[in-house]
T-cell receptor
Framework: QKEVEQNSGPLSVPEGAIASLNCTYSDRGSQSFFWYRQYSGKSPELIMSIYSNGDKEDGRFTAQLNKASQYVSLLIRDSQPSDSATYLCAVPPAGTALIFGKGTTLSVSS | DAGVIQSPRHEVTEMGQEVTLRCKPISGHDYLFWYRQTMMRGLELLIYFNNNVPIDDSGMPEDRFSAKMPNASFSTLKIQPSEPRDSAVYFC???????????FGQGTRLTVV
């Protein structure tokens, strides 16, 4: 069974710090990787996608992918209270739809 | 585009009743997905369609659940009869390709009492 694993948290960081979120996946055939943010009572919202090994930066967000280790991470620099949410890692196993991890809850304190 | 549109936003029904959830995907998207989210199990894929054809329904929990996509702009998820354990948030999402990002609707919060 294809799986996507995340630490459930909560992950607590002070305002201005770096938050590091991690995800592992089981299907070596996966070719694309996504991070979604979900505020309480809202729907998941795409914030980052990554397709190649290495880092991809977008503003305060950096996604890191290591296919050999089947590991993808999300770094949030200069964390803000508005970043407090649940972050979902999503990976499509080869030939099928997005499978989501259970999410990591991030709390940023001011 | 208005994004993925789901209705109703909230549904409260009695056990044993039929429930129908509706979804309009983003125009031009060939893939449509139905997910269910609970605290215990997270976001689970129920079924997905490609060009209106059901491709994988292995996530549908029981025969009480059924889904249709009669055309490119409309899909339904039906539960008959509903049970309290079906209470969850049901999301519809669409995408332009299998390995591309999916865009979610606002969800339907279903409560079965």
């Amino acid at each position: 069974q294809k799986e996507v694993e995340q630490n459930s948290g909560p992950l607590s960081v002070p305002e201005g710090a770096i938050a590091s979120l991690n995800c592992t996946y089981s299907d070596r055939g996966s070719q694309s990787f996504f991070w979604y943010r979900q505020y309480s009572g809202k729907s998941p919202e795409l914030i980052m996608s990554i397709y190649s090994n290495g880092d991809k930066e977008d503003g305060r967000f950096t996604a890191q992918l290591n296919k050999a280790s089947q590991y993808v991470s999300l770094l949030i620099r200069d964390s803000q209270p508005s970043d407090s949410a649940t972050y979902l890692c999503a990976v499509p196993p080869a030939g099928t739809a997005l499978i989501f991890g259970k999410g990591t809850t991030l709390s940023v304190s001011s | 585009d208005a994004g993925v549109i789901q209705s109703p936003r909230h549904e409260v029904t009695e056990m044993g009743q039929e429930v129908t959830l509706r979804c309009k995907p983003i125009s031009g998207h060939d893939y449509l997905f139905w997910y269910r989210q609970t605290m215990m199990r997270g976001l689970e894929l129920l079924i997905y369609f490609n060009n209106n054809v059901p491709i994988d329904d292995s996530g549908m929990p029981e025969d009480r659940f059924s889904a249709k996509m009669p055309n490119a702009s409309f899909s339904t998820l039906k539960i008959q009869p509903s049970e309290p354990r079906d209470s969850a948030v049901y999301f519809c999402a669409s995408s332009s390709g299998m390995n591309t990002e999916a865009f979610f609707g606002q969800g339907t919060r279903l409560t079965v009492v």
